[in-house]
């Protein structure tokens, strides 16, 4: 009997493996329960795949741009304004991976780990999203691209909101185009090129190099390049200028964007130098913005001969940019050497999203040589008239793709405290930058200013 | 009796059964009444006949009480009172989704309380359970054989049959017979031979079950025959070798049937299998985060309609529309049955009624430990019910006989015996 007794224990090694799976399985609702939830499969949120009951979002100013009625979601009522959001918004489906249909659907929904989705089934309403973008000014740059793929954006270096969230080709979500997954016109139509984009970033990239060249060339700012055309890299090549520049200052070899100067710079101070500030500039990192991973930039100059660095130095080669990154490396700039981390969604329920985090890019001094430099771009080349009032400053880049009509970049900001914006516009084989991007980035700044 | 003795008696009673039962009915009632009674707003038809159902329950459970109590003398009835919570609840949550299925489910209920009924008497001497375990044994066995033979494919288990329009599942009759024989066999384990008679009837029960690829069902069998088989024996070899072999033949079960290495496949994959084969349990966790703490509400669930919802899915059900607090309290109550039955089986009479205790209360959680993760994906999807709570028949009947092996651990049961065996010391 006593070791029957002792025996009938194994009972109690039975019933704490079973109390270790309640506790397991409380732990994988508690850390997993929004996810599940939210799935594309909750027949209460869903049907036929597309969402049918969830809080509403809204502009800045308060436009609502999505919401349910009767179990359908319904967008803006002007067919442009749909298109221009589309990216920022999302779909009702979900094809739009970093909208926010998607990106903050536990919030849309009123998902919390106490009622479940009880509000929503019970009340038929979720919890109402505010985006910081700006649906006129998303509209405006929508129909400054005119068809065209890219993309623009803008956000307030000193907050991080982002007020143009603009990525072209776009679609109506209530009227998806048939042909859009054969038609080339909608080629990468789903992707927001502004967080998950990648570019060859031409001359845009020379703001690198000269940050750079800034901190590591103690008498950069004295010395002297010559411009004969072209550039001839020592163990051989030839890089091409955009014109026959003679003798430039440091300066001025910006403001003309001579590639000449900009190579020799480059092989000077050689790969690792360059490669150092591409990464403390953050460059070929990934952010958080509002849920979204925006895509990291690739510099890579682990195989590349003399020639290869000097043609980086001037944004070619095999790098690529993020257009986002680019906007924050503007706003570093125009900032003071710092940024917060963009964001496009304001949160209603907590702060997490959006919170202010910012990142160190450079030192004051740097960013205030960067400034004056970008600010003698525009007064003497593209004019200061297409910014005014706002003492803009910014760089074009028009990047060489091989056998294929150029990508047309423009990065600036306002040098004006109180104007705080900084903006990115990129034009897919669009063709120059100061032809084809700068009147767009025109555009968007002066309806921002109003 | 003298003063003093009764007051002796009546500390005794207090220290036996720590609340007293008829506060613990009237909680009981309680939570039926509103549960019921919330039940009967939502549905959309029967509802006189489940009204009536409903009522006829509460009066049954009100009967068995108060005759139990005053007529078979039972002073610890904490076992019966969770029997009846939990076929309650399962009776209210399957009529919330099927009004029309709230009297075969009643029935079962009446059938399953008769069951332990008769098992508690059948219980009390240890001759009359030793002259009946060969005739059970041998019934089990043909039971087996008749459903290999007659079985109806049901979702890829041919574990059903027909009898009269009355679709039975013989291994949940047959789970009873194995404790009985098992306990039975086991106390008077002497010679090599009746071992291995008990265990070519193990073998024989477990290698049906795979035959009839009702997987989840021969490994609760397989799991509860360790369980006897560690009470009793205490060699570790013999029980090594046992489950080396049963391993064995798990594995390649696992590895010949693509039915079961089909099923398998999901695990912790449910996700990426979503539309087919783990369908289920992705829809019972979407569903069951869905409710919360508190629920959805009867009738307001989505989880409803997805297919065997009433019977597997169970679960999710009252995760989804009762609340995950409700749900949890449903199954640690299970656990709580448990510790009881451990506690019972440590001052049983006879090794019999410890095993049997034990091996029941084992079983149960098992079987419960099998649907509850098996449908959230923490264990292999394995299509078991969740014991007096899933709809069934079979089901029912065989939880209610469990906790009748458990209950009769208790010397209190058979207060006529308790008192002969207290004259004797």
């Known amino acids: ?450 | 009796m003298s003063r003093l003795a009764n007051k002796e008696e009546q500390k005794t009673r207090k220290k036996s059964e720590p609340f007293h039962w008829l506060y613990m009915l009237l909680l009981v009632t309680a939570i039926q009444i509103i549960s019921g009674g919330t039940v009967l707003t939502q549905i959309q038809e029967a509802q006189l006949e489940v009204l009536a159902v409903f009522g006829s329950f509460l009066v049954v459970e009100w009967l068995y009480f108060v005759l139990a109590r005053n007529l078979a003398g039972q002073r610890s009835t904490e076992l019966e009172i969770i029997a009846f919570l939990l076929s309650g609840f399962g009776l209210v949550t399957v009529a919330s989704v099927y009004p029309n299925y709230a009297l075969k489910q009643f029935i079962a209920i009446l059938i399953g309380l008769g069951a332990f009924v008769i098992l508690l008497a059948l219980m009390r001497n240890t001759e009359v359970v030793n002259a009946l375990h060969i005739p059970v044994a041998v019934g089990c066995v043909g039971l087996l054989a008749l459903n290999l033979m007659l079985a109806k494919v049901h979702n890829g288990a041919l574990n059903w049959i027909n009898v009269g329009g009355i679709s039975i599942q013989p291994s949940e009759i047959v789970k009873i017979g194995f404790i009985f024989v098992g306990a039975a066999t086991l106390e008077k384990l002497q010679s090599a031979r009746s071992l291995t008679s008990y265990l070519v009837f193990s073998l024989g029960c477990v290698g049906a079950l795979f035959l009839m690829r009702d997987f989840g069902t021969a490994l609760i069998f397989f799991c509860t025959f360790m369980v006897m088989a560690f009470m009793r024996s205490g060699d570790i070899k013999t029980i090594g070798l046992i489950g080396a072999g049963a391993v064995l033949g798990a594995g390649l079960i696992v590895y010949f049937k693509p039915y079961v290495a089909k099923r398998f496949k999901a695990y912790r994959h449910v996700w990426e299998y979503m539309n087919d084969s783990g369908f289920q349990q992705t829809r019972v966790l979407i569903y069951s985060a869905s409710g919360g703490l508190f629920g959805l509400g009867i009738g307001n669930g989505r989880l409803r309609k997805v297919y065997a919802s009433t019977t597997d899915l169970i679960f999710g059900v009252i995760c989804e529309e009762w609340g995950m607090i409700v749900a949890f309290c449903v199954v640690l109550s299970f656990a709580f049955v448990a510790v009881y039955a451990l506690r019972l089986a440590r001052h049983a009479r006879s090794t019999v009624y410890a095993i049997a205790a034990v091996a029941s209360a084992a079983l149960l959680l098992v079987q419960l430990s099998l649907n509850v993760f098996g449908v959230t994906d923490l264990l292999p999807l394995t299509g078991v019910t969740l014991p007096f709570i899933s709809r069934g028949g079979t089901s029912m009947i065989c939880s209610w006989a469990l906790f009748a092996f458990i209950k009769s651990a208790d010397i209190k049961t058979y207060p006529k015996l308790e008192i002969q065996m207290e004259e004797k010391s």
């Open chain 1, 1 to 450: 009997m006593n070791t029957l007794t002792k025996r009938a224990y194994v009972l109690l090694g039975i019933i704490a493996a079973f109390l270790v799976g309640l506790v397991l399985l409380a732990v994988s609702f508690f850390l997993h329960g929004g996810t599940w939830a939210t799935s594309r499969a909750n027949g209460h949120l869903y049907s036929g795949g597309q969402i049918t009951n969830a809080g509403r979002i809204l502009d800045r100013n308060g436009v609502v741009l999505a919401q349910s009625v009767n179990g359908k979601r319904k967008f803006h009522s002007d067919a442009e304004m749909r298109k221009a959001t589309l990216h920022a918004v999302g779909d009702q489906y979900g094809y739009i991976a970093c909208g926010a249909h998607t990106v903050c659907r536990d919030t849309l929904i009123g998902y919390n780990r106490v009622e479940g989705i009880f509000r929503l089934v019970s009340e038929g309403e979720g919890n109402d999203i505010t985006l910081t973008i700006d649906a006129k000014l998303n509209k405006l740059a929508y129909q400054a691209l005119s068809g065209r793929k890219g993309c623009v954006g803008v956000y307030n270096y000193k907050t991080g909101e982002i007020l143009c969230n603009v990525s072209a080709p776009s679609y109506d979500p209530t009227n998806k185009p048939a042909d859009i997954e054969t038609n080339s016109k909608y080629e990468g139509v789903y992707l927001n090129r502004l967080l998950n984009g990648l570019f060859t970033p031409g001359s845009t990239f020379k703001l690198v190099t000269s940050t750079c060249a800034i901190d590591n060339i103690p008498d950069i700012g004295s010395r002297t390049f010559s411009c004969s055309g072209s550039f001839t890299a020592p163990g051989g090549g030839k890089v091409i200028c955009n014109g026959r520049h003679g003798t430039v200052s440091f300066g001025k070899a910006l403001t003309k964007s001579c590639n000449s100067a900009f190579s020799a710079i480059g092989i000077e101070l050689g790969r690792d130098k360059l490669t150092k500030t591409v990464n403390a500039l953050g460059l070929c990192e990934s952010y958080n913005v509002s849920g979204v991973r925006t895509a990291k930039g690739r510099f890579d100059l682990s195989k590349a001969a003399a020639i290869d660095v000097g043609w980086a130095a001037i944004g070619q080669y095999t790098t690529l940019m993020n257009p986002l990154n680019m906007m924050m490396l503007a706003g570093a700039i125009a900032g003071g050497g710092a940024t917060p981390i963009p964001y496009f969604v304001r949160s209603t329920i907590s702060d997490t999203v959006g919170s202010l985090k910012t990142t160190n890019r450079m030192s004051a001094q740097t960013a205030a040589t960067l400034r004056s430099m970008m600010r003698d771009n525009v007064v003497n080349n593209y004019g200061d008239q297409k910014f005014p009032g706002m003492s803009f400053g910014g760089k074009t880049g028009t990047a060489q793709m091989n056998g294929e009509k150029s990508h047309a970049w423009f990065v600036g900001a306002s040098m004006d405290a109180n104007f705080p914006y900084a903006i990115v516009v990129v034009v897919q084989n669009g063709g120059g930058g100061s032809d084809v991007a700068v009147p767009i980035a025109s555009k968007v700044m002066k309806a921002l200013k109003g």
